[in-house]
């Protein structure tokens, strides 16, 4: 940390007596922690799903840390109020900082994948609440987020690798809520030499990867019987509720009209389509701009973002309620 | 053995702070921790050159800024006659199922960024909070005035309803709670 000593500026964060040039100091080193978490751990990950530069995602993590909270203090001071472990030391210091910040980048990636997939949002909220009420454990590791069974307060082995969880047998995915995670958990202790853990997110990928893939086969399938088009996919429901949204409220009361109306509708497939391959990469206007290329920004937050908005939270709603 | 995340941490940052048999133990079995190592090292190596940081600490602390501004929002009654039409689909297409709504107000902060549709009936009010740049916000605090009463929100998308109605004259919108 060049002249600054670590255990003295968090000393200082501490007692809230900081001073502008250990505050500037510590925005640096945790951006360039940041920065350098993003590229290791989240990099593949960010290119494919979400449209945020390595940089921007790096700061929009650590910004909460340098705000005041309600109780008027910084989340940094906040953060070092509610460590568990020791800070005696500068090597203690360095690896608060770097867990919180590897913290900080998960939750942030996370959210933004969420916004971006209510699919995924969903199957992670419905997994959230099954680990609450039945008291499995949350670690986190390197950034991720794993959950242990019930009892365990800490990673004690070794974690399986991402190509080693994706290659479980996709039987052990439809399984549901806790016994889901009972028979993972029976299956890591088993047929592998690694520690019962199973990394959160990669496990909704799995489920909503599982999920598309059965409703594709049993699409098919119902097609070569029937020889006839079957929309029995979650997000073909879904288009078909906002079409119907479309022609019984917003043409029949003039707010659109059919023509915009068609144009909005193809957006929303655009967006379904991106939806199944990992989330929407793009903001609202881009999606209709790319339908209607006339599309200035002021014309479209004049009419048609709160159209677009309305109708994507009805999208997201609908999808989470036939996804129940 | 059982080596932890800090080890890993030592290892790489402040090695002789690690026991010898660790410190061994991790030294000959380096391919089992690879992507902790990759990790830590390459936090180790972090630099970003000294111009380039100024710029990122101005841009920084420009966020923060925004996001602490961001924090307390009031919401003023809008002139209903500057409202653009398109704000009345805002409200759920099946807006019957509130009652018959008497008055409809639009509230709107100075830069246009968040905006409040209040629907008034005779036996009730109801309020949907909306952002231009964010789908739903979540986690938020709204405050009626003048009657001060206070409601927390996990998400803007379900609408406040108040029972009897409430005449409202602003709202403060707290967010990032």
């Known amino acids: 940390m060049n ?76 953060a070092i109020d509610r460590w568990n472990d020791s800070l005696e030391n500068n090597l203690d210091v360095e690896y608060f900082l770097a867990k919180i910040i590897f913290k900080r980048v998960e939750q942030t990636f996370t959210k933004l994948i969420k916004e971006k997939d209510p699919v995924f949002e969903k199957i992670h909220k419905t997994l959230s609440v099954c680990i609450t009420r039945n008291k499995f454990r949350k670690q986190r590791y390197l950034g991720t987020v794993y959950i242990l069974e019930k009892g365990e307060d800490n990673i004690n082995g070794q974690l399986m690798t991402e190509v080693e969880f994706d290659s479980i047998p996709g039987e052990l995915i439809k399984n549901k809520q806790k016994e889901l995670f009972e028979k993972l958990f029976e299956y890591i202790k088993v047929e592998t030499n690694n520690y019962p853990a199973v990394p959160l997110n990669q496990l909704v990928n799995r489920i909503k990867s599982k999920y598309f893939e ?57 967006i379904s389509s991106d939806i199944k391959n990992g989330g929407m990469t793009n903001s609202l206007f881009s999606y209709l701009k790319f339908r209607k290329q006339s599309l200035s920004q002021e014309e479209f937050y004049s009419n048609y973002h709160h159209v677009m908005n309305y109708l994507l939270k009805h999208f997201k709603t609908n999808i989470s309620h036939l996804m129940s | 053995m059982v080596v932890s995340e800090k080890d890993l941490f030592t290892f790489v940052f402040y090695s002789d702070k690690l026991s010898a048999e660790l410190f061994d133990y991790i030294s000959n079995n380096e391919e089992k921790f690879k992507e902790e190592l990759r990790v830590f090292n390459a936090m180790k190596n972090a630099n970003v050159a000294d111009s ?126």
């Open chain 1, 214 to 270: 059965e409703y594709k086969t049993s699409y098919s399938y119902k097609n070569l019987i029937d020889n006839s088009f079957i929309e029995n996919d979650i997000l073909s429901q879904s288009l078909s509720s906002l079409g119907e949204k479309l022609e019984t409220f917003y043409i029949k009361k003039n707010v659109v009209n059919s023509d915009d109306a068609e144009k909005i509708m193809m957006s929303f497939n655009d």
């Open chain 1, 3 to 78: 002249s600054f000593n670590p255990l003295n500026i968090i000393r200082s964060f501490q007692n809230e007596t900081q001073t502008t040039p250990e505050l500037n100091f510590l925005i640096k080193h945790s951006y360039q922690i940041s920065l350098s978490i993003v590229k290791t751990r989240f990099s593949s990950k960010l290119s494919n799903r979400i449209e945020l530069s390595f940089d921007d995602l790096a700061m929009d993590s650590i910004v909460p840390l340098f705000v005041k909270g309600k109780s008027r203090e910084l989340g940094i001071k906040r």
């Open chain 2, 52 to 177: 380039e940081m100024d710029d990122i600490l101005k841009k920084i602390n420009k966020k923060i800024i925004e996001y602490e501004s961001d924090k307390e929002v009031i919401l003023k009654k809008v002139d209903e006659t500057n409202a653009s039409d398109v704000n009345y689909f805002i409200v759920d297409a099946e807006s019957d199922l509130y009652g018959e709504t008497n008055q409809i107000e639009t509230f709107s902060d100075d830069k246009s960024k968040y905006l409040a549709k209040v629907l008034l009936s005779s036996v009730q009010t109801s309020i949907q909070i909306l952002s231009k740049e964010t789908i739903e916000l979540k986690d938020i605090q709204i405050i009626i005035h003048p009657t001060e009463e206070k409601f927390d929100l996990e998400t803007s998308s379900e609408p406040v309803t108040l029972k009897p109605a409430r005449k409202i004259e602003s709202i403060t919108l707290c967010l990032h709670k």
